[in-house]
């Protein structure tokens, strides 16, 4: 609804109980961190958002084994701040991460994987890495084609993410196939 400042305030007192309920690196303690980083995101507070996904990742270390599909979430979400906060390389680092995991948890035309190459793609585009961009949204593409109806919105962003990048580079022409 966009209400950040009532989510912080439940999210807050949701964390305050199960810290006094729970051991210091349980799991529900994480997720709590994760909602409030969540909400500083979408407030485009990108430095408080990583604050409290670091905090996140600090206790999801301590309780997770390392392959675990939350660390799978919590490196995404450290890389979308470093993406929005135009920190590239660092994006690229916590997606790839990210991205690991998927792979190993998932089967191989899971959606999850493919929003996980889009990511990394996206990041390719943003640094101006067309060719790379393109192999990222291309094997997105692939899975969602896979995966999802023919008229899903999800494929129309992939097709549309393909288009831009080759608008990019200067193929107007393919940019309009997709």
């Known amino acids: ?6 989510a912080l305030e439940f999210y807050e007192k949701a964390h305050k109980i199960r810290e006094k309920a729970l051991p210091p ?10 909602n409030i980083g969540g909400v500083y995101y979408h407030m485009s507070d990108y430095s408080k958002a990583l604050e409290f996904y670091e905090k996140d990742l600090e206790i999801t270390k301590k309780a997770l084994p390392s392959n675990h599909p939350d660390f799978a979430t919590s490196y995404n979400n450290i890389g979308e701040v470093y993406r929005n906060m135009g920190d590239y390389t660092k994006a690229l680092e916590f997606y790839e991460k990210s991205h690991q995991i998927l792979e190993k948890a998932l089967p191989s035309n899971h959606p999850n994987l493919a929003s996980s190459y889009n990511n990394i793609g996206l990041v390719y585009k943003n640094m101006g890495d067309y060719s790379k961009a393109l192999e990222f949204y291309e094997k997105s593409h692939k899975i969602l084609e896979k995966a999802l109806l023919s008229n899903h919105p999800d494929l129309a ?6 288009g831009e990048v080759y608008r990019n580079m200067g193929d107007y022409s393919k940019a309009l196939e997709f």
Do not use: C, E, R
């Open 157 to 162: 962003t992939s097709y549309n993410n393909i």
């Open 25 to 34: 690196n349980h799991p529900d303690l994480a997720s709590s961190y994760n």
């Open 1 to 6: 609804m966009g209400d950040y400042s009532k």
